[in-house]
């Protein structure tokens, strides 16, 4: 929530099949590659330094991109098994290094493809706050050729033609090389792809890594081992870098999965490069984007880093026995999609819509992940958002409450889709449930790691403990003075005026409306809800809760007109939760004790805005 235009773009027939249900606020973009996967694996990160203040004026931090290219996939096991490889480059806007940034163009025509497959009216904004930063704040100067004194800039190769016509174009050529490559899949076309670098680069020697099983044996065919024998040497990675560890008992684990994608072109007196991404020694990865695979890898000269001039790799002697039947590929297990189906739910206002894209007019049928039916679309609509009937958007919301993914049936075929759920704010969270008085505790705390040890001392003091619970954690708003009570609920809520303004001010409006007017565990609605449902027990505090919370909505309209008019839809629920202020000084008023014309002049005064003393002159 604190970061604006997260988006994360993924095949939308390459999902990960045993998914959670959602809970971060991004956008999640499907798109399709209509000649082959889209399979880069990027991150592209704008950040900027804090304020700084020099002789009393705050200047504000300079902000830089941060380009991380990987062949992880975002997987648990991309992220936390595999061996994989990455490389990160920052590009700091002019102001801060005006140096020429060679490999920008190869930025634009990578989000130009990535437009280009996706929907026609998707919402490109985060894309657009990248494109807007390489065109206004990064150096337009470019280099005329690809090297100088024999070291080569940094560059990124996504597709802009045939791979190995890429390498000869930069004149790898004809360097006396030695060439290794790690790559986990290959094609049917067995040594094609190597052949084709071979010919560009006419390495001296090259070699190829093995992949095998958890039992050692080759994860290729033997027509593709043959291959490839033919014009270079199967290799291994050192055993160090395979090596999970072992368990207390001594068991050892299985070696680990080799994920990397890496060409490496070295010599022995200088001379180290490395192409480190997503593209593996196949065909479609090596095709230009508009005819093959989308893929990113970064060209990386590393020769002056001070690596050992050696081979990573070591040649391995064996004569393997056990071949594959038929050649894995990256893309086993996935369904493909027989049309472009997206379904998508709004948290905001609860409802649900379903897009197809292209001239499909079969019927459709959305069903659970388990196969029963939901709903049956005859006759689809294209090209445009149409809303799902109430009842069925009810059922889906039910769903996303253990899953992101629906089972889509049509001609015979089905396949899982991710669903798209928009207005994450006002999706209920799955952090415990707080009591009113911790969630005020956790609007009272300074820092973000105050608020981390606060949600991990509670998930730990829900945990059971052989069937009992662990009893309720005393916290400072637990007293039972009058300074304890309302001097910590007002505390509490000029800290969450001040967050919900500093959010605002600094552009985080997904922050500022997830506090204001969300349902999440630290939503003042949430609070409000819960304060309702234990009224009972105390209902001054009750009363006095809303009072705070309707001063502060006031004066949050009276300071940001401009945001509350632009998320208006956003505050229906917190404007019928106002509306119970009413009702409960009502309910106090019918106490004997209760002197009414004290009430309503204390409620008049209770909601304006106090101006600060200001001593005499």
């Not at 609007?443 to 829900?462: C, H, N, P, T, V």
């Amino acid at each position: 929530r604190e970061l604006e235009q997260i988006a994360v773009y993924y095949d939308r027939s390459a999902i990960a099949q045993d998914g959670l249900p959602a809970q971060l606020d991004f956008s999640r973009i499907d798109v399709r590659q209509p000649t082959g996967a889209f399979h880069p694996k990027t991150i592209l990160l704008i950040v900027q330094d804090p304020e700084e203040e020099i002789d009393g004026v705050i200047y504000e931090g300079a902000k830089s991109l941060l380009i991380g290219i990987l062949s992880a996939n975002l997987t648990r096991a991309g992220w936390w098994e595999n061996v994989e490889v990455c490389h990160f480059e920052e590009i700091k806007e002019k102001s801060e290094d005006d140096s020429r940034c060679p490999f920008r163009d190869d930025l634009f025509y990578l989000m130009k493809r990535i437009r280009a497959i996706s929907l026609p009216d998707q919402d490109h904004s985060a894309l657009d706050q990248i494109n807007e930063f390489l065109k206004k704040d990064v150096s337009k100067e470019q280099y005329d050729r690809a090297s100088t004194k024999g070291r080569f800039y940094t560059r990124i190769f996504c597709g802009q033609s045939d791979l190995s016509k890429w390498f000869g174009e930069l004149k790898l050529g004809r360097k006396d090389w030695n060439l290794e490559i790690i790559s986990p899949y290959f094609d049917s076309e067995g040594a094609r792809p190597l052949n084709e670098i071979i010919d560009a680069v006419t390495p001296k020697e090259v070699r190829v890594h093995l992949p095998k099983d958890a039992e050692g044996n080759p994860l290729v065919t033997e027509d593709v081992f043959g291959s490839i024998h033919d014009s270079s040497y199967w290799a291994r990675l050192p055993a160090e870098i395979l090596r999970r560890g072992s368990s207390g008992s001594g068991e050892k684990f299985a070696d680990r999965r080799v994920h990397a994608k890496v060409y490496r072109f070295w010599r022995k007196h200088g001379g180290d490069i490395l192409l480190v991404g997503s593209p593996n020694l196949t065909t479609p990865a090596f095709n230009r984007a508009t005819s093959g695979n989308l893929e990113a890898a970064f060209l990386v000269d590393v020769s002056d880093m001070g690596f050992p001039q050696r081979w990573w790799l070591q040649v391995s002697e064996e004569s393997p026995e056990n071949f594959l039947e038929e050649l894995p590929s990256e893309d086993e297990g996935v369904t493909e999609s027989v049309i472009d189906f997206i379904l998508s739910f709004d948290w905001q206002s609860r409802s649900a819509s379903y897009r197809v894209d292209g001239s499909f007019r079969e019927t459709i049928d959305i069903c659970e992940v388990s196969g029963n039916l939901i709903h049956r679309i005859q006759n689809p609509t294209i090209d445009k958002w149409v809303p799902l009937p109430p009842e069925v958007s009810q059922q889906i919301e039910a769903i996303l409450r253990s899953t992101s993914f629906l089972l889509i049936r049509s001609q015979n075929t089905e396949w899982r889709i991710l669903m798209r759920e928009e207005n994450m704010a006002h999706r209920p969270s799955l952090v415990a449930r707080l009591t009113p008085e911790e969630i005020l505790e956790y609007w009272s705390l300074l820092s973000s790691e105050q608020k981390a040890a606060f949600i991990q001392r509670k998930l730990e003091a829900l945990e059971s403990l052989e069937g009992i619970q662990i009893g309720h954690r005393k916290t400072p708003l637990d007293g039972h003075t009058l300074f304890d009570r309302f001097a910590g609920l007002f505390h509490a809520f000029a800290s969450l005026r001040r967050n919900i303004q500093e959010a605002i001010d600094q552009g985080r409006h997904r922050n500022a409306v997830a506090l204001l007017y969300g349902n999440k565990f630290d939503s003042l609605p949430t609070l409000l809800k819960e304060r309702l449902d234990n009224q009972g027990n105390d209902l001054v505090t009750c009363y006095l809760t809303f009072l705070c919370a309707k001063q502060l909505n006031q004066a949050i309209k009276r300071s940001n007109p401009d945001f509350v008019r632009e998320y208006k839809d956003h505050s229906k629920e917190l404007k019928c939760l106002m509306e119970e202020v009413s009702s409960l000084r009502a309910t106090i008023m019918e106490f004997p004790e209760i002197d009414q014309e004290f009430l309503g002049w204390y409620e008049t005064h209770f909601l304006k805005e106090a101006e600060p003393a200001r001593s005499p002159v």
